[in-house]
């Protein structure tokens, strides 16, 4: 069975909107806001995390965002992220251009738990709020990875909205990137 992985970069405050500064939210921009060493040493870790995956899970946006991006990039990053599957889920897409793309249709949650009984790996969230929440509120999520920004923005969009239950995490790693990013490790912890 596949394990589904929410990682996300993140504000110390919780805010993921908008990090690269393209949406038009007034705090925009926050990933690039960091030191050269900072953002060398994500792209490391991005790097260690996509080789890792089996396949990566996007929304909509998130997907649109990366396949505009993505597939005219070159390294050893961009060919991993061109060459791995991505399933994108979606009630309006239909043809998608980036390769190695599949739409998910239907109820998020159903298919979602088919995806993860049909894969074996790790299977990767990247950006994609709204599917977020929707995983963690069907405790479809095995493990959280969050780069920490240093920034506290006080508005945006969070990771986390309301849940129906309190999500209980174990910290299973921590350590710096670059000068001054976080890279915090969580797994889900499930009543027995």
Do not use: C
């Not at 069975?1 to 007034?26: A, C, H, K, Y």
């Amino acid at each position: 069975m596949g394990r589904i992985v929410i990682s996300e970069n993140v504000t110390l405050d919780g805010v993921v909107q908008d990090p690269t500064g393209e949406e038009g939210f007034r705090y925009g921009g926050w990933f690039v806001d960091v030191g050269k060493n900072d953002l060398e040493a994500f792209f490391k870790v991005a790097l260690e995390e996509a080789l890792r995956a089996e396949a990566l899970l996007l929304g909509r946006r998130t997907f649109e965002i990366f396949a505009g991006r993505w597939p005219s990039r070159t390294g050893e990053l961009a060919d991993r992220m061109n060459a791995m599957p991505k399933y994108v889920v979606s009630s309006s897409l239909k043809d998608l251009d980036w390769n190695n793309s599949t739409v998910i249709d239907g109820d998020a949650t159903t298919e979602v738990t088919k995806l993860k009984e049909r894969l074996k790996g790790e299977i990767v969230v990247l950006g994609s709020r709204r599917l977020s929440h929707t995983l963690i509120e069907n405790d479809l999520v095995d493990e959280l990875r969050l780069t920490v920004y240093p920034f506290v923005l006080g508005a945006g969009e969070l990771l986390f909205g309301e849940t129906g239950d309190k999500v209980r995490l174990r910290l299973i790693g921590n350590r710096t990137v670059g000068d001054g990013l976080t890279y915090v490790t969580y797994n889900v912890v499930r009543a027995a």
